[in-house]
């Protein structure tokens, strides 16, 4: 049997075994199973709640950001540096964005397929620099503010650390495959 259709079974399996796995140990240890999954609902329905001003705030700062043109305007100053080092100014704000929000990288990674073509070392660029990078600041905002943490000094320096490294490292692949 080919690795990929092995892999193909395992994938399509994993998930519904580890349920029946967690509902019969549940079963066995006499869990009643119904009663705690409604009271996980609630703190879920709980913490929805709380983090709503915390999605909000970063939905206007994104939102801001890119209609006041902040963003095009940052990749228009770095441009003349890009050129040196053969980057497109187009991933600038990909760069940028990825760290704020995912929907708005989302976004500014379309406009980079609809202004290249598809098959462009830009959107290659694009494409590994989203799938290497985290929302930092989304993160941050969300999850720590969900249960109250206010001293994220060290988380923020390292997931920008992080983000910086995976932004560097997307050029660095993308130019050994594609360039």
Do not use: Q
């Amino acid at each position: 049997m080919p690795i990929k259709e092995i892999i193909d079974i395992i994938s399509l399996w994993t998930l519904p075994s580890i349920i029946l796995i967690i509902l019969t140990v549940a079963i066995v240890r006499k869990v009643p199973v119904y009663e705690a999954f409604i009271e996980g609902a609630k703190d879920g329905a709980k913490v929805s709640f709380n983090i709503i001003p915390y999605l909000v705030a970063i939905i206007v700062a994104i939102s801001m950001l890119r209609a006041s043109g902040a963003i095009d305007s940052l990749a228009v100053l770095c441009s003349g540096f890009l050129n040196k080092i053969h980057l497109s100014a187009d991933v600038l704000p990909l760069a940028f964005v990825r760290s704020l929000s995912g929907s708005a990288a989302i976004g500014v990674f379309s406009d980079i397929i609809a202004n290249n073509d598809i098959n462009s070392y830009t959107t290659k660029l694009s494409a590994i620099m989203l799938g290497s990078s985290e929302t930092t600041f989304y993160v941050l905002t969300v999850y720590f503010g969900a249960v109250g943490i206010k001293k994220y000094r060290y988380a923020l320096l390292t997931g920008l650390s992080a983000d910086l490294i995976g932004i560097v490292m997307a050029i660095i692949v993308a130019r050994f495959f594609f360039a």
